[in-house]
């Protein structure tokens, strides 16, 4: 799995579940999520339950933060470390 397929799958969760009533809203990988009113505070617990399911990590509540959930990007990168850290432990 790489950072690309992170992106990909969790733009495909964000449309789904936040834009599914506004498809014309393009989506860039480092898109502010919070920002730009696409997540919000409920939605970043969706958004984490997915990430947890989906990749099959734990994220403490201390971990959600802007620097890791600000965009897809910044999600993806975050993921991939935190399944790293896993896979070496």
Excluded: N, W
């Excluded at 898109?31 to 958004?47: H, K, T, W």
């Amino acid at each position: 799995m790489t950072s690309a397929d992170v992106v990909e799958r969790t733009r495909a969760y964000v449309r789904e579940q936040f834009l599914y009533a506004r498809p014309d809203v393009r989506l860039s990988d480092d898109e502010p999520l919070f920002e730009r009113g696409i997540v919000d505070s409920m939605g970043a617990v969706e958004l984490v339950a997915f990430l947890e399911d989906e990749y099959g990590i734990v994220i403490d509540d201390d971990e959600v933060t802007e620097q890791h959930f600000r965009s897809l990007q910044s999600i993806a990168d975050y993921v991939c470390s935190k399944r790293a850290i896993s896979a070496a432990t």
